[in-house]
């Protein structure tokens, strides 16, 4: 097919302003836009505005980490999808394993971030995974239908929204899912979504040692990283063997 990989990285709560000047300073002069992908970087949100600034003219799309599903309101401390498009943010990653664990959020309130998302014509990166008393059990696949049929309920333009495949076991652990296992994973999910036009990413330890075996998966649209992209070096790396991909 024709589909651009997309490949996105989740800064998390690292990165001052500063760090993002750096950062910026080493990979924006280094990167050569790659026809055959979407690049997307998700700063913390406050340092969205700044973001843009130094991105201007460049290949890179901004996203972010989360998002309130109203407009305006009564909620101290959340963030509206209006400044978030005001601040420059293309994408926005929902229901990622962080947010559901530590922050509560179901896939009730997902489905409402993606509704609004979509509204507002910030397209969501959709986090998905099992954890690994999940997995254990044998529950993997059931677990991942459950989450996309709970969170794309009454959602009829799927083609607007990539998914992201993480299993809870390989954020932020070193270990990756194998290829073989992404591969599987990946197909059923496609199946479940019935529709072609989505990414469907990988998420968990993706670094520049074990992206070449996991893009050559054909079921795999590209990758949402995490600890290899704080590191630009790093994440060049990874960019670069995706290049060199044809899908
Ligand atoms: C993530 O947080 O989405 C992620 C995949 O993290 P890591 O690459 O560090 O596993």
């Given at each position: 097919?024709?589909?651009?990989?997309?490949?996105?990285?989740?800064?998390?709560?690292?990165?001052?302003?500063?760090?993002?000047?750096?950062?910026?300073?080493?990979?924006?002069?280094?990167?050569?836009?790659?026809?055959?992908?979407?690049?997307?970087?998700?700063?913390?949100?406050?340092?969205?505005?700044?973001?843009?600034?130094?991105?201007?003219?460049?290949?890179?799309?901004?996203?972010?980490?989360n998002m309130h599903y109203?407009?305006?309101?009564?909620?101290?401390?959340?963030?509206?999808p209006l400044i978030l498009?005001?601040l420059g943010a293309e994408?926005?990653?929902?229901?990622?394993?962080?947010?559901?664990?530590?922050?509560?959020?179901?896939?009730?309130?997902?489905?409402?971030?993606?509704?609004?998302?979509?509204?507002?014509?910030?397209?969501?990166?959709?986090?998905?995974?099992?954890?690994?008393?999940?997995?254990?059990?044998?529950?993997?696949?059931?677990?991942?239908?459950?989450?996309?049929?709970?969170?794309?309920?009454?959602?009829?333009?799927?083609?607007?929204?990539?998914?992201?495949?993480?299993?809870?076991?390989?954020?932020?652990?070193?270990?990756?899912?194998?290829?073989?296992?992404?591969?599987?994973?990946?197909?059923?999910?496609?199946?479940?979504?019935?529709?072609?036009?989505?990414?469907?990413?990988?998420?968990?330890?993706?670094?520049?040692?074990?992206?070449?075996?996991?893009?050559?998966?054909?079921?795999?649209?590209?990758?949402?990283?995490?600890?290899?992209?704080?590191?630009?070096?790093?994440?060049?790396?990874?960019?670069?063997?995706?290049?060199?991909?044809?899908?």
């Amino acid at each position: 097919s024709h589909m651009k990989y997309l490949i996105g990285a989740n800064f998390k709560m690292y990165k001052s302003h500063k760090d993002l000047q750096e950062y910026f300073d080493q990979f924006v002069n280094n990167y050569a836009c790659f026809v055959n992908i979407d690049l997307m970087i998700a700063p913390m949100t406050v340092c969205l505005g700044t973001a843009s600034e130094m991105t201007k003219d460049s290949c890179v799309h901004l996203g972010a980490q989360n998002m309130h599903y109203e407009d305006q309101g009564a909620y101290t401390g959340e963030t509206s999808p209006l400044i978030l498009k005001e601040l420059g943010a293309e994408y926005v990653i929902i229901g990622h394993s962080e947010r559901r664990q530590y922050f509560g959020e179901t896939n009730q309130m997902i489905n409402k971030k993606l509704k609004s998302a979509l509204q507002h014509g910030i397209r969501p990166i959709l986090c998905i995974g099992e954890n690994l008393e999940q997995k254990e059990l044998g529950i993997s696949k059931e677990t991942l239908k459950i989450q996309l049929r709970e969170a794309l309920q009454g959602i009829d333009t799927l083609d607007q929204i990539d998914v992201a495949y993480e299993p809870v076991r390989a954020i932020g652990t070193g270990k990756s899912a194998t290829p073989e296992e992404v591969q599987d994973i990946h197909e059923y999910i496609r199946s479940v979504l019935g529709n072609e036009k989505s990414r469907i990413i990988y998420g968990g330890s993706v670094n520049d040692t074990n992206a070449d075996i996991l893009i050559a998966q054909p079921a795999v649209n590209g990758f949402l990283i995490g600890s290899a992209s704080l590191d630009p070096q790093k994440f060049l790396k990874i960019l670069d063997v995706v290049s060199k991909k044809n899908k």
